[in-house]
């Protein structure tokens, strides 16, 4: 059961004692406009520089005139994980995250006298392009599925964003590892920021159940992500000694006990690239080349498939009748189920899956290849992630950076602390080391161009047919899928030269 110990009671204070301190600075922000400030140490006897990614460009103060700052994002109905929760609050009333959004809002509202309005619809990209289509300013900001954006930047229904008044990338409440990946010739149609949420809570990460670790003498798993021996070899061997039949019925069955359990057949795809599969690599142009079936994509998805394609080592929610895929979670929470991989949202306080869990858990990345691999790579859940878009028929461009800009910082400074700090690393962290593999996860985040478009139904390869058939094809059906994937890639630096 989770317990609040007297090191966790620590940790607790502590975290919160810097949340305050942070805001605290963050609320001092000042008026000016130029990219460095200094101001004199403690001692009065220096001059120290303040990092330019700390100072604001915008003024402490603004008036423009109660206009509305219109949000279009996601409604996923009884799929809670996949709506927009970041955009608006009735009221200070509710969970920490929730009333930091409200808080958010209102202090926006008292610096620049603008609105936040929400309107949330269950298809995004199917509505927004009727409205573009009409050419009706009704947005300021849209808020995409990641794998939808793409196509509309291709139609031309996206403003670049760094053309855009107001608006500072270099800012810190933006993210510059993620901005570069989601460049695109140079240019960048889309992103994200502190500002949005819901693609946080949909990284994929792990969750081991640290009861049945000591049970095997396994010990604590996170210290060999510290140790980085948590490598795809020795995760192998790890679940190898656990998985084992319950009920003794040949065949594969409920009862039985996993080493893994997957949300669906995407888990094979994301164990691929958390070992360093790639579908593409930028060019000095900043466009996608096609990596193709090069020895080590290969070499990575035979290793996954050694483990992977194992009925008694992993299960699948594909692979029962019902295809329930909750099955999985349920399994996880019986202790039949050593590793889980699942997202931040299953800790979501209305609705996740795993927010009653009793069992003493701990978090992990996905592993590496082997030693030699630099660091550990998250992926983001493209099918069900958000990036967001300042649209074309957009007429007051000055607002909408403003807008983006004013709601990023103070995102960073309220918003993004309450999720990750609060909610992240103490409601759903069973204890510190969860909370330090937080910041593994959230350290390296990989989005590739073509695994989040599925250029040339390239994705689906790795994400539904090697998982499904069992078996490495991924040459064959590369061959087959190349010549239409570099059409796609082509056309799509066609239409941004042609801006």
Not at 236 to 258: L, P, Q, S, W
Not at 352 to 373: A, I, M, R, S, V
Request: net charge negative; aromatic share 12%.
């Amino acid at each position: 059961m989770k317990k609040i110990t007297t090191k966790s009671m620590a940790f607790f204070l502590a975290i919160l004692t810097i949340a305050v301190l942070a805001a605290a600075c963050g609320n001092s922000t000042g008026s000016n406009t130029s990219d460095t400030t200094t101001v004199p140490d403690i001692s009065g006897s220096d001059i120290t520089t303040l990092d330019p990614s700390k100072v604001s460009k915008l003024p402490e103060t603004y008036d423009w005139g109660g206009e509305e700052y219109n949000i279009l994002g996601r409604d996923g109905g009884a799929y809670h994980m996949f709506t927009n929760f970041e955009i608006y609050a009735e009221d200070a009333i509710g969970d920490v995250v929730s009333s930091a959004v409200w808080t958010r809002n209102q202090t926006l509202q008292d610096k620049y006298n603008f609105i936040v309005k929400s309107k949330l619809v269950s298809s995004v990209a199917s509505y927004i392009k009727t409205l573009y289509d009409s050419g009706e300013d009704a947005y300021d900001l849209v808020i995409y599925q990641a794998c939808d954006i793409q196509a509309h930047a291709i139609k031309g229904y996206l403003n670049e964003l760094e053309d855009i008044p107001n608006i500072n990338i270099d800012n810190e409440s933006w993210n510059p590892n993620i901005v570069e990946q989601l460049r695109f010739g140079g240019k960048l149609y889309y992103g994200t920021s502190d500002f949005l949420l819901q693609d946080k809570n949909r990284y994929y990460i792990m969750v081991y159940n640290r009861e049945l670790a000591k049970d095997y003498e396994y010990g604590y798993l996170e210290e060999m992500v510290d140790n980085n021996t948590w490598t795809l070899e020795n995760m192998e061997k790890i679940i190898r000694n656990y998985a084992h039949e319950v009920d003794g019925i040949e065949g594969i069955v409920g009862a039985d006990a996993y080493g893994i359990g997957a949300d669906c057949y995407n888990t094979f795809a994301v164990l691929a690239l958390g070992a360093g599969f790639r579908w593409s690599t930028m060019n000095e142009q900043g466009y996608p080349e096609l990596l193709g079936a090069t020895d080590k994509m290969l070499s990575i998805l035979d290793r996954v498939l050694s483990f992977a394609s194992d009925e008694l080592l992993v299960l699948y929610p594909e692979e029962f009748t019902a295809k329930d895929y909750n099955s999985t979670t349920m399994v996880f929470k019986e202790e039949r189920c050593l590793i889980l991989a699942c997202f931040l949202s299953n800790f979501n306080p209305n609705g996740g899956t795993l927010t009653d869990t009793e069992l003493e858990y701990g978090f992990l990345p996905y592993p590496k290849y082997d030693t030699n691999q630099e660091t550990y790579l998250t992926d983001p859940n493209v099918q069900n992630s958000s990036l967001f878009a300042i649209p074309i028929t957009v007429e007051d461009l000055d607002a909408a950076g403003f807008f983006l800009q004013a709601i990023s910082e103070e995102s960073n400074r309220v918003t993004m602390p309450a999720y990750y700090e609060t909610r992240c690393k103490l409601r759903n962290a069973y204890d510190q080391r969860c909370s330090d593999m937080l910041d593994v996860i959230f350290e390296h985040v990989v989005y590739d161009t073509v695994c989040m478009s599925n250029i040339g139904g390239l994705r689906g390869i790795v994400n539904d047919l090697i998982p499904s058939l069992k078996a490495n094809v991924y040459a064959r059906a590369f061959a087959q899928n190349q010549s239409k994937a570099q059409t796609e890639i082509d056309k799509i630096i066609e239409a941004y030269n042609d801006r």
